[in-house]
């Protein structure tokens, strides 16, 4: 079969939440012919790369994701430079937790490996530190560095998009893939149809579908893609009159992470004045085409862990608002980044499992998925890419071995 020159393309994207958008950008920029397709509209609220905000820290137990979130700020600021806004709002970065904590102390040990300038500190110290603002146990420790802040993540997928744009990548939402074939006719690169029946050539293949990945995945390669959607429910708490700018971002309140049970994180007040984002690590299975849609908060924990954390300041009765949200998560928590392989080789590479943690490395990712295509591997950076392949379940289902315990809580579809 021939393709016209508008149907034939050096690299199409399937999937344009933030992983697809920046890999995008990242090929249009190198003069790469790019087509990159989204099932529903643009910018839609469905999937993983939507909202208000979302944390941008290097304090990970994991010591191999330094290098991507060191890399992926700078990247950020490049990308903002280019479309003239921001989209990463810089504060500190605080770590909490038990003082015999795995992860805390895991956390300190990758600070230390790499350099990361930081404070740790005992309860007496938290609360100088803060001014009262956060208070943690006696036998709990602090760490804080400097290297946090907010990214907005509606307004980055945007950014990625237009600068895609800008670069000559085409872009087509409402558009879903029904299947990637190897091009038998032509002898390389593959086919991807479409479910109204349309049809792209293209020489390489990226497919970033969030938590549709593993469906797609199934029906492209016949292989189970070992992730697993999860359902999960941001809240927003009102803070009390009088304390607001204490809690702001303007006034160097952190972005903030509490280890332990529950996992809780959270942001300063920056999307909504006068509430702070608090929230559970954690969500429901469901299936992404039929979810519940809430609800499944359980806030008990939550409230006591808001009650003891923020000096009375922060109302705890219950959040002012919430939004949904979807994981995708994998069995060890670590992101899925390699070649599909099977009948369709090299010319596909699948970027998944981000495991509610990965928007905040979106440019790093996209960069690796791109070269991936492009070269064949992932040349341009210090990122250790052995942690991300999708042949590590082979060995052994459960991923990569860790010292510690799985921070993400899941529970079961309430409406079920």
């Keep these: 079969m021939e393709y016209s020159s508008d149907d034939r393309f050096d690299v199409i994207v399937v999937g344009g939440g933030v992983m697809g958008s920046s890999a995008a950008y990242q090929l249009a920029k190198k003069g790469q012919k790019t087509l990159l397709l989204e099932q529903f509209d643009f910018l839609h609220h ?35 430079s280019e ?24 956390v300190v040990a990758t600070c230390r490996k790499h350099g990361l300038a930081h404070k740790v500190m005992d309860s007496q110290a938290v609360s100088e530190h803060f001014s009262g603002k956060i208070n943690i146990p006696e036998n709990w420790i602090g760490v804080s560095t400097e290297l946090g802040g907010v990214i907005k993540p509606t307004k980055a997928v945007s950014m990625f998009q237009t600068l895609a744009f800008r670069h000559g990548a085409v872009l087509r939402d409402n558009t879903k ?64 009159e009088g304390y607001e700018d204490k809690f702001a ?30 929230a559970v690590h954690g969500g429901y299975r469901c299936d992404p085409d039929k979810r519940p849609w809430g609800p499944g908060v359980k806030l008990e924990e939550l409230k006591e862990w808001i009650k003891e954390r923020f000096g009375g300041m922060v109302d705890s009765e219950g959040p002012v608002a919430t939004q949904l949200c979807m994981y995708s998560m994998t069995p060890d928590e670590d992101f899925v980044i390699d070649f599909l392989g099977g009948e369709l080789g090299r010319d596909v590479v699948v970027g ?28 341009g950076g210090e990122v250790e890419m052995k942690q991300f392949s999708l042949r590590r379940f082979e060995e052994n289902p ?17 409406l079920k």
């Design 398 to 414: 459960k991923g990569n071995a860790k010292e510690y315990p799985d921070q993400v809580i899941l529970g079961i579809n309430p």
């Design 177 to 240: 893939v029904a299947n990637i074939k190897k091009d038998g006719e032509n002898g390389e690169g593959v086919i991807v149809s479409t479910v109204k029946g349309d049809k792209f050539y293209g020489k390489k293949c990226i497919v970033t579908a969030g938590a549709w990945i593993g469906k797609l995945v199934k029906t492209v390669a016949g292989i189970d893609f070992p992730v697993e959607p999860l359902e999960t429910t941001v809240c927003y708490w009102r803070i009390k």
């Design 249 to 278: 971002i303007d006034g160097e309140f952190p972005t903030f992470a509490s280890y332990g049970a529950p996992y809780v994180y959270g942001t300063p007040s920056l999307e909504y004045p006068g509430l702070i984002k608090v």
């Design 352 to 379: 998944g499992g981000f495991s509610g943690h990965g928007f905040k490395m979106a440019p790093a990712v996209g960069r690796i998925l791109a070269e991936l295509a492009t070269e064949g591997e992932a040349e």
């Design 46 to 80: 469905r999937g993983s790369s939507h909202g208000e905000s979302r944390t941008i820290r290097a304090t990970y137990p994991e010591d191999y994701y330094y290098a991507m979130v060191t890399e992926s700020t700078q990247l950020w600021a490049q990308a903002q």
């Design 83 to 106: 479309i003239g806004y921001k989209v990463h709002f810089p504060t500190q970065q605080f770590d909490m937790g038990p003082a015999d904590q795995q992860s805390l102390l895991s």
